[in-house]
Structure formats: structure tokens, C-alpha cells
């Protein structure tokens, strides 16, 4: 219901605030507002409409000589992959939309880009950093999450900084695509810098309790441990640790850190853990697209929201200002045109600079480590947005 | 038993032929989210058709239909990563899931009500963990991508719809050669009365795995072809409890044990449940639990219910 | 040493689930419902433990009699207006109903609640270090109050006027109408009685883990496996059911890595069916 009102009054608005301007620019997006990855569809809605009523309060995007509002089409996929997939087929077929922002995640968007390169339609896939999605040959579909190996890499540079080589190495992943593909990612940077993996298994999805893995990983004595898996995955597994009277020199969780539900839920056990993640507030790009900084993105983010930005909400902003850069290049709302925009694209933007490979996965920003220090989130990685050290 | 098929006979038949006049419009000029649709609503039709088998004929109450779509899924996908052409591989599916469901109901079908359903609705959770963990073979966590076809989307749909309803005709024309067949009379003493079925020398234990086995024959085949219509299967998906309960609550819907009650259920719920999409958006779950406990409070015989208010049905049941 | 503490968290797991299961052991063996709603029931009083918690900072233990009390009264309701009606039909039937209740409370608290994960934070407390073996206090509490609630739910089913009628009914719910006891209310007391034990369970896990509508798949496939392997309607039953549950799968974890603890697990609740579908303690019938 909500969502319906919310496509009625952006169309209301669009309708009040042109006065002689043609076609409105409708985007689908399927996203999981219900179920298990509802929170994630919501940080994602909240990019995507920030984006939307910036870049219509600007009078819309400029194509050619005429400017046309956006118009963002949501559908509510309840997490479930297949259905969003017959959703996509939906906004395509029947509700006639231009583009497509791609569902959250590495498997929904996996199977959704079939469908958009079967229609030829250009898709942003927001929240999809894994090679395996965009190893298909498909030639509509650009990815905003540098792959997964431009977070290990970091991590174990920063790691070989701090321990010797021949470290011990445990690595605990989520047996589910992303975690998984990360920790594998990972494995590799590791062995690369001579570290030893003396510990590499996968805990089922759903797993309640860590504590008999734990005590294996113990007997282990890792020097560096890593842990891949969501917010919740990472914050029982950080209580368990204590339980289980396992400490290591370093220890990494991605994803979940970045999130406020982590340092609030466990406390003084988050101090010291290191993460990745694809854009961190405290940077401070400066760039062409319609938000003009990231000062100036989480300024707005913060008067429409109330709370800062996370990763998840500035790349669903993202996408708009990508997409709306390409279209501005080609002159033309026309599909292939844009699609070869962006295939060429050169943008620095709010959230970094924005350029794609051959597969469509963008290759051009490097994406900041930070650790948890006196409970917040501090830069560490690279020196040039950095706010401090690793302890 | 004939009850069953002949229960208000011209009614049903009516329906079917609405249906098929319905699917062949959709077919020809259909746009591809009605392919899309359409194909949904045969493929339940495959499902509860499938269940009825087990559940209506038998007595038996299956939860195993989706340990079955997700076992054709992946032995489909698997084979088809591994080279072997589409069809071929939907052969082998059907087949090999048929033949894990007969020797799994060896086993299964000694337990009985709460204990056979708890079963074979585990059944289910243990596949999907062995497919999960699988690595390179089932794609574990990751799952398993399939190949696209190289036709225009609309073709494509097409395809696929033609491949569910000729699913969904198969296992019509496959239950009612049950029900009239020696085979399907047996299974009917069994749901009767199951020790009277073995002193009446029906070879029990041979007849219920034999159920199973051909209810798991259909609900592999659609497994199969979910698995490339979707281009992308992964454990949580295909094995998904809701692919078990769905289509008990069309059969409950359409009349259990009958011939047609599978279909008209079916594609009962397929529409009623777009429409509450289309309607309720954040609260389509809630109003679909709504409806399921409606239906289960107010219409214990489903549809047949509503038609013959007023009959006495004590004679049946329930 | 090891194998030492994996057996400890074993034991320390298996309590919680203990008490995970015994509210759906005592509707399922008593009453004869599979409860598909356990799961949400748990969430719920999880929640309630956190809400509770959180604007009126009461401790989840506390917290736990009062909810119990609503528990009580949201089950008892439940079962006398809505699940009697097809008590009579077949197993399908009562499954189907719980599961579209189930399907139904689950959604509301997604649309109320979200699917955000919330965690009751209490102050962190250090393990207890004994002979080498760590004791994780929050669990160790947890136990502690899991199995004070089962050994209090035994004495009211062995000890009480209340508990005999329960127990008569499930052993043969004819003789017992005949012996003048009230059928149709035992039932409804029973669910009442499972419901307020699920509640009970989520406030008691609610500092242990994070809340959330999708977790109640998780803990219904948990009760279950504790059920079959313990055997139905018998508290004992549960308690032995939940610790072999927890020490399974904590050694399968340690032995065979942690992606195979789920399969182990549900593995095993298939051989008990289908060799000992009474459990360990169970008594056959209740098919």
C-alpha cells in the first residue's frame, strides 16, 4: 500500500511540477520490502528515492534540449529470487518502464539480468560485487560494487603490515553466494602474501549456534581470522568468540560492521575488528553528478532521513546519478545508446569514481578498509580519505 | 469412487474447457508477463496434481513435493552444466527423481500420518543441506546458473508455457488413468483402510512407493523445467517449503482425491494470490494466511463445499 | 581439552533446546497439533522480551511471567475459538491451519516489527573459567532458566489435578471424558500451556540471539528434530531429546565442519522416524 501511494504522489508531484514537459522517465526496481532482506530493500529504496527527488527538484535529467522528470516504479519481490524475476519480466513487459536498478544482491541480481539482457534493457546492479554474476556474457547489465578481490586485496596488504608471513589464516564463511565468493577472493589474497590458511569451512545459513566450529578455530590459533556472512551471522559469531575464549591479532567480518546494529548489539567486543565495504561517509569525493560531493550527499541524506548514510543507501543513490549521466552523454533516453554510454562511462561522482570493465563491473574507485576504534568507524585505508591508523 | 470423478461432472467439465480456451488465447497472443502467468499456474497444476496422488488417492499427507522439484531442478541442471542437451535432461530428472522417491518410500511409507508428514517434509530440509554443500557439483551456497536460449523473449515464453501445459495435461490424463485403472482402485483401499487393502491381498507396500514414485515423476519434470525457465536455481529456492504446502492447499481448495480439484485449485490460488500482490503489496502474506485459514475453517471440502451447500456430505470424509 | 569443551556446549546448547521443543512436544503429544506456529511464538516473545526490555527496562527473565501469562491466554484463545473447529479432521487439515496462521502472525510481525534483526543487550559479561573449560555466562543463565522452566512445566503435569487431566486426555481422551474430565477444555488449557513455553523460550534466547520474524523457521526446525528424538508428551523426553540435538551438533561441527552440522542433524531426526519414530523416550501411538 505504502509504496503505491508513494508511485501516486511522485506522479503527482512529476504532473504539478512540469508545465509543458513530455515523457517522465519510469524506472523499475524490484526490491525485497518484506522478508528475511527487507532491511537491505528499504536502504536501497532510500537511495534510489533521494535520488529521484534531487534530480527532479533540478527540473529533471537533461536529455537533449528538453529536461524530463524520473519516476521510480517499485515492486516488492517478499526476498523471494523467482519472484523477482517474474517481477522484472512485469516492469519490463507490462508497466513499460525505461531501465532497471537491479534487485539486492549477488543471486536475485544473477537471475534477474537474464531477464533485462533478454529484453535488451539497461540494468544497474547496485549491490552485486561477485565475477560470477557478471561472468555471462550479458551486455546490458553494469555492476557499482568493485568485485570482491578489491576488498581482500586491502585487507591483506593491511594484514601483512601487521603480521609476519606464514601467519596463520582462518577464514569462516556463509555458504551463500556473496560470503562465499568473498571468502574464496580472499583465500587467494592470502596465499598470495605467504600467509598459511589453516582453517577455510563454510557454516550452513541459519546456523544458531558457532560454538563447536568455534572451538575448532581455536585449535587453530589463527593469527588473523576472518569471518564473512551478514549482520546478524557476524554478531553472534563475535559473541561466540568470547565464549569460546578465542582472540586473534586481527580480526575481519564483512559484511556487518558497517552497520550501527553492530557496535550497538555487542558493545566493547566490536573494538578492533576491521571491514571492507564499498564507500564509507567519511570520504571525500567531489564529482559532476547531481549530488556534487559526499559532504553534500550526506547532508542531504541526513535532512531527508534524519540518520547518515550506510553503503547500501548511497549506492541505490548511485545508480540514478549513473544512469542519469549516461542518458544526459547520449542525448537520448533511447536503450542501446544509453546502454553504450554507460559501457564507456568516465564520472567522478559522490560516491567515487565511476568507470566499467568489459564485463560491466566498475573497476575504477578502491573501496576503504576501516576499523572499529572507541566504538566508531574510522578509515584506514586508502591514505587518501584515511581519518586514522590501524591499531 | 467413481464419486469422485463424477461429482458434479458438467460443472467441472465446463471449467476445464474455459481453461483451455484461456490458456490457448494466452498462448497466441499473450505478452510475456501473462507467459509468465500462465506458465506459473501449470506448473501448480503439475504440483497438486502430483500431490493428489500421494495425499488424495492414497491418504497419505505429503510434504515431500518440493524435496521432489528441487531434486529434478538440480539433476536437470547438473546435467545440463555437464553437457547434456535441455530435453534430454528433463528425461533424466523425471526418471531419476521417480526412482530416489520409490526407494525413499520403501522407507517412508511404513510411517504414517504426523510421522509420515514430519518425514517427508524432512526429506526436503535434508536435500537442500546436501545440495548446499555440494561445491563445484550443485554450485553449494552459490547455486547453479543455466543456459539461456537463444530465441526472442516472447518465443521463449511461449516455449516454456508449451512445455508446462503439456506437464500440466500429462498428469491429468496420468491421474485419471489412475483412477480408473486396478492400480488406482487399490490405492483407494489403501486410503480407505489400509489393513483391510492388505487383507484384501493388495500388495501395499509396492502400491504406496509406486504412488510415490509417480507423484515424484511429475513434480521432477516441473522441477526440471523451472530450473531453465528460470535460468538460475540455487538450494533455498528450489526446496522452498512453501512448494510442499502450496499445492496441498489447491488441492484442498479444488477437492482432494478428485480429478479436476487440482487444477481448478491451482489456478485458483495462482490468481488470487496476484491479485493480493497486485493489491496489498506489504501485507500480501498476511492476507494470504488470512485466506488459507478461511478456506481451511470454512471449506473443509474445498469448492465442492460451496456446490453443494445444503447436501449432506456426511457420507464422505472429510 | 577440546572435545571437552565441545561436549560442554553441547550440553549448554542442548537445554535451550530443550526448551525450544517442549512447548510443541506437549501440544503435539497431548492435543495431537503440529504447531507450525511455534516458531513464530518464540519470535514473539522474543520481542516481547526486547520491547519489555527496552521501555521498561526489565530484565528478559522477569519479563518472561508476565508474557508467559498473555502467552497463555493468546494460545488457550486460539485453540477454542479457531483450531477446535477442525480438531476432528485429518492430520492435513490441522497442518494446513497452522501453517496459515503461522503464515499470518509471521507476516504482522514483519509488517510491525520488520525484519531488522534486534538483540537484547545486557552488560557483557565475561566467561566463567573453570579447570580450563570456558562457561559462557549468558548461555549458562539461559540453561539454567530453560531447564527450571521445563522441571517447573513436569511438576504441574505430574504433580497437579490440572497436569493428571493432561495427562489422561492424551492417553485416551474417551476414557477420560468418561473418568468426567473436560476434554475440549484440556485441550484449549494444553495449547494455552505450549504456547505460554514458546513465549517463555523467546524471552529466555532473547539475550543469546538476535530477533528476528525470519528466525522462526530456525527454531520450528529445532523443535521438531528435539521431539522426534526425545519422543512425544514427555518432558524428560525433551530435556534428553535437546541435549543428544546440541551434542550432535555440536560434535558433528567439530568433527565434520560446520556446513554439515544442519544436515547431520535433520539426517538424524529421519533415521529416528523411520527406526524409532517413538524417540528415546517416547511411547508409541499418537500416529
Not at chain 1, 562511462?345 to 560491466?360: E, K
Request: aromatic letters at 8%; proline letters at 4%; one cysteine or more.
Amino acid at each position: 500500500m505504502k509504496l503505491r501511494i508513494l508511485t501516486a504522489l511522485l506522479s503527482l508531484s512529476l504532473l504539478a511540477g512540469t508545465a509543458g514537459a513530455q515523457a517522465v522517465i519510469r524506472i523499475g526496481a524490484p526490491l525485497p520490502m518484506t522478508g528475511g532482506l527487507s532491511p537491505e530493500g528499504q536502504r536501497l529504496k532510500q537511495g534510489h528515492d533521494l535520488w529521484a527527488e534531487t534530480v527532479n527538484k533540478a527540473g529533471g535529467i537533461l536529455v537533449g534540449r528538453n529536461r524530463h522528470k524520473v519516476e521510480m516504479v517499485y515492486a516488492d519481490y517478499q526476498s523471494n529470487t523467482p519472484r523477482a524475476v517474474q517481477l522484472a519480466d512485469k516492469l519490463i513487459t507490462q508497466d513499460k518502464v525505461d531501465y532497471i536498478f537491479s534487485p539486492f544482491g549477488s543471486g536475485a541480481t544473477k537471475a534477474v539480468s537474464a531477464v533485462t539482457e533478454k529484453n535488451e534493457v539497461p540494468n544497474i546492479a547496485a549491490t552485486a560485487s561477485s565475477v560470477e554474476v557478471f561472468n555471462q556474457g550479458h551486455k546490458y547489465i553494469f555492476g557499482l560494487f568493485t568485485p570482491n578481490d578489491s576488498l581482500t586485496e586491502p585487507l591483506a596488504e593491511l594484514a601483512r603490515a601487521r603480521l609476519p608471513a606464514g601467519a596463520r589464516v582462518a577464514v569462516l564463511a556463509r555458504n551463500d553466494l556473496f560470503p562465499s565468493a568473498l571468502a574464496a577472493e580472499l583465500e587467494k589474497s592470502a596465499r598470495k602474501r605467504g600467509f598459511q590458511l589453516v582453517y577455510n569451512e563454510k557454516y550452513a545459513i541459519g546456523a544458531m549456534d558457532h560454538s563447536g566450529t568455534l572451538v575448532q578455530v581455536k585449535a587453530a590459533r589463527p593469527d588473523w581470522l576472518v569471518v564473512t556472512g551478514y549482520t546478524n551471522d557476524v554478531i553472534l559469531v563475535r559473541k561466540q568468540m568470547q565464549d569460546a575464549g578465542l582472540s586473534a591479532a586481527l580480526v575481519t567480518m564483512v559484511i556487518g560492521p558497517s552497520y550501527r546494529e553492530f557496535t550497538e548489539s555487542i558493545g566493547a567486543l566490536a573494538e578492533g575488528v576491521t571491514s571492507a565495504v564499498w564507500w564509507h561517509p567519511v570520504a571525500r569525493y567531489t564529482g559532476q553528478d547531481v549530488f556534487g560531493s559526499t559532504e553534500k550527499y550526506v547532508a542531504a541524506f541526513r535532512q531527508k532521513y534524519g540518520t547518515d548514510p550506510d553503503y547500501a543507501n548511497a549506492v541505490g543513490s548511485l545508480a540514478g546519478s549513473v544512469l542519469q549521466a549516461a542518458i544526459e552523454k547520449a542525448g537520448t533516453t533511447e536503450r542501446k545508446a544509453v546502454r553504450d554510454q554507460l559501457a564507456r562511462m568516465n564520472l567522478n561522482t559522490f560516491f567515487g569514481p565511476v568507470a566499467f570493465d568489459a564485463n560491466g563491473m566498475v573497476n575504477s574507485y578502491v573501496p576503504p578498509v576501516f576499523q572499529i576504534q572507541g566504538g566508531r568507524s574510522v578509515v584506514v585505508y586508502p591514505a587518501s580519505i584515511a581519518t586514522g591508523t590501524l591499531k | 469412487m467413481s464419486k469422485r470423478i463424477f461429482i458434479a461432472q458438467p460443472l467441472r467439465a465446463t471449467l476445464m474447457l474455459l481453461l483451455c480456451l484461456a490458456l490457448a488465447v494466452v498462448a497466441a497472443t499473450g505478452g510475456s508477463y501473462w507467459l509468465r502467468l500462465a506458465s506459473t499456474a501449470a506448473m501448480y497444476v503439475v504440483l497438486a496434481s502430483s500431490w493428489n496422488i500421494v495425499g488424495g488417492f492414497t491418504g497419505y499427507p505429503s510434504f515431500a513435493t518440493a524435496a521432489f522439484f528441487g531434486l529434478g531442478a538440480y539433476v536437470a541442471a547438473i546435467a545440463q552444466t555437464r553437457g547434456l542437451p535441455m530435453a534430454a535432461s528433463w528425461v533424466a530428472a523425471g526418471l531419476f527423481t521417480a526412482a530416489c522417491a520409490f526407494a525413499l518410500g520403501l522407507a517412508l511409507l511404513r510411517l504414517k500420518g504426523h510421522y509420515f508428514a514430519v518425514g517427508s517434509l524432512v526429506v526436503a530440509e535434508v536435500l537442500r543441506e546436501i545440495m548446499a554443500a555440494g561445491g563445484t557439483l550443485t554450485g553449494g551456497g552459490m547455486g547453479l546458473n543455466l543456459p539461456l536460449l537463444s530465441m526472442a523473449p516472447q518465443a521463449i515464453g511461449r516455449l516454456y508455457l508449451a512445455a508446462f501445459a503439456v506437464l500440466a495435461v500429462a498428469s491429468v490424463l496420468l491421474s485419471w488413468a489412475v483412477l480408473r485403472s486396478r492400480f488406482g482402485a487399490g490405492l483407494a483401499c489403501i486410503e480407505q483402510n489400509e489393513d483391510a487393502a492388505v487383507m484384501l491381498g493388495v500388495n501395499t507396500t509396492l502400491y504406496k512407493s509406486a504412488a510415490l514414485a509417480l507423484s515424484a515423476l511429475l513434480a521432477g519434470l516441473a522441477g526440471a523445467v523451472y530450473a531453465n525457465w528460470i535460468n538460475y536455481i540455487d538450494p533455498g529456492d528450489v526446496f522452498n517449503v512453501l512448494l510442499s504446502v502450496k499445492p496441498i492447499v489447491m488441492a484442498l481448495l479444488g477437492g482432494i482425491g478428485t480429478l479436476t480439484g487440482p487444477v481448478i485449485g491451482a489456478v485458483g490460488l495462482v490468481g488470487l494470490e496476484e491479485i493480493v500482490t497486485r493489491s496489498f503489496l506489504d501485507l500480501t502474506g498476511v492476507v494470504l494466511g488470512l485466506a488459507v485459514v478461511a478456506l481451511v475453517l470454512f471449506l473443509p471440502h474445498g469448492v465442492n463445499g460451496l456446490a453443494f451447500m445444503g447436501r449432506s456430505l456426511k457420507g464422505r470424509q472429510p | 581439552m577440546a572435545l571437552a569443551q565441545v561436549l560442554l556446549n553441547g550440553l549448554l546448547l542442548g537445554g535451550i533446546y530443550a526448551c525450544i521443543g517442549a512447548g510443541f512436544s506437549i501440544v503435539w503429544g497431548v492435543v495431537n497439533i503440529i504447531n507450525i506456529l511455534h516458531g513464530s511464538f518464540i519470535v514473539l516473545g522474543a520481542y516481547g522480551a526486547f520491547f519489555a526490555h527496552q521501555h521498561l527496562g526489565l530484565h528478559p527473565f522477569m519479563a518472561m511471567l508476565p508474557l508467559a501469562g498473555l502467552g497463555y491466554l493468546l494460545g488457550q484463545g486460539l485453540q477454542r475459538h479457531l483450531i477446535r473447529h477442525v480438531m476432528a479432521a485429518k492430520v492435513l487439515v490441522t497442518l494446513t491451519l497452522t501453517f496459515g496462521l503461522n503464515l499470518l502472525l509471521n507476516n504482522l510481525m514483519i509488517y510491525a516489527f520488520s525484519a531488522d534483526f534486534r538483540k537484547v543487550v545486557l552488560p557483557n559479561q565475561e566467561p566463567l573459567v573453570l579447570a580450563g573449560l570456558t562457561l559462557p555466562m549468558d548461555r549458562l543463565l539461559s540453561m539454567l532458566a530453560a531447564a527450571g522452566v521445563v522441571l517447573a512445566t513436569h511438576l504441574l503435569v505430574t504433580r497437579t489435578m490440572l497436569g493428571r487431566s493432561i495427562v489422561a486426555v492424551r492417553m485416551d481422551p474417551q476414557a477420560a471424558t468418561l473418568m468426567g474430565v473436560d476434554v475440549d477444555r484440556t485441550f484449549a488449557i494444553t495449547f494455552g500451556l505450549g504456547t505460554a513455553l514458546a513465549i517463555v523460550a523467546g524471552a529466555i534466547l532473547s539475550p543469546i540471539f538476535p530477533i528476528s520474524p525470519t528466525a522462526a523457521d530456525s527454531y520450528l526446525g529445532k523443535a521438531f528434530i528435539v521431539c522426534v528424538l526425545g519422543g512425544l508428551g514427555s518432558l524428560p523426553g525433551v530435556l534428553a531429546g535437546g541435549i543428544v540435538l546440541g551434542l550432535v551438533e555440536s560434535l558433528g561441527a567439530f568433527y565434520l565442519g560446520p556446513d554439515h552440522s544442519l544436515t547431520l542433524s535433520f539426517g538424524l531426526l529421519l533415521l529416528f522416524l523411520l527406526l524409532r519414530p517413538q524417540g528415546l523416550l517416547g511411547r508409541k501411538g499418537f500416529e
